[in-house]
């Protein structure tokens, strides 16, 4: 496996476009990280791992300054997964000037749900995916479900920019008793980390009683917030959407159909998101 910091390396070491499968990663890899790196694998196509924290999808108050930098431990995980190259700019390496130009997706999609509760936080990711695309040069590039909407995001934008590159998705990788698998899972105490499947539970009851179609969206929103308030989280939201584009259902009778109920929560310090895809 080879270890590359700067573009030109990485360009020097795949000198053909179009001959990877990437898997663009911010590192403290978990086993999510891995499946991601196995399903890449799958295509027989050297796989390409990057890791680098993006300043730019992180706000001020945000965990930018502590997110885990653990580029040893990760790389000791990521050789015997199936990785063929790992490519781990410095901020330099990226950003050797400030970013003032950057891709600003379709505020349809990305102001709502995590971009209302995270201004600009689409703009930080699609503009560092735009350039890793750009040095890496994938045939395909993979996203897990885990971060629902970014995916869509990504997914628009190789679209919108008519990238040569299929996105893939990845189902969410979850621990035994249903958490799913995040970096942020480690700034957990031991009883946050007990109560931490909450989360999914309350978006299964929601996903449930949006199927019942008894109670309009707005009222069971308000239920599905009010409960895990009272079981001493800080919901930011919890819905139902259309998969896919993630537009609100107009008509409260027309259930029927492909829909993902999606949630953000803090938990003491932490925040977590996770989703439920589900059809009625
Ligand atoms: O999902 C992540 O880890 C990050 O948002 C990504 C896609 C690597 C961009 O920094």
């Avoid at 700067?6 to 499968?21: D, E, H, K, N, S």
Wanted: charged share 20%; glycine share 8%; with cysteine.
């Amino acid at each position: 496996m080879l270890v590359v910091h700067t573009i030109a390396a990485l360009r020097a070491a795949l000198p053909v476009p179009g001959t990877c499968a990437f898997v663009p990663t911010m590192g403290n890899l978990h086993d999510g990280h891995l499946a991601l790196v196995g399903q890449a694998a799958v295509h027989g196509l050297p796989v390409v791992v990057s890791i680098f924290v993006n300043r730019l999808q992180f706000a001020p108050h945000e965990d930018f300054d502590r997110y885990p930098r653990t580029l040893e431990r990760d790389c000791e995980l990521l050789r015997p997964a199936g990785c063929n190259i790992v490519f781990a700019p410095d901020e330099h390496e990226l950003y050797p000037e400030p970013q003032t130009f950057q891709v600003h997706p379709d505020p349809a999609l990305a102001d709502i749900l995590e971009g209302h509760f995270r201004p600009g936080f689409f703009t930080g990711v699609s503009t560092v995916v735009m350039k890793l695309f750009n040095a890496a040069q994938p045939r395909i590039a993979l996203f897990g479900k885990k971060d629902y909407q970014q995916l869509m995001v990504i997914r628009r934008m190789t679209q919108q920019f008519a990238l040569p590159i299929v996105i893939e998705a990845a189902e969410t990788s979850r621990a035994e008793d249903g958490l799913a698998l995040s970096s942020r899972n480690g700034y957990l105490s031991a009883a946050e980390r007990a109560k931490a499947t909450e989360l999914a539970q309350a978006l299964r009851t929601l996903a449930e009683r949006f199927g019942d179609g008894v109670s309009p969206l707005e009222v069971l929103e308000a239920q599905a917030i009010a409960a895990l308030t009272a079981q001493g989280w800080q919901p930011d939201y919890l819905t139902v959407r259309r998969q896919g584009d993630l537009s609100a259902p107009i008509d409260d009778d027309e259930r029927g159909g492909a829909w993902v109920a999606l949630g953000a929560a803090r938990l003491g310090a932490t925040r977590l998101i996770d989703n439920l895809e589900f059809r009625v």
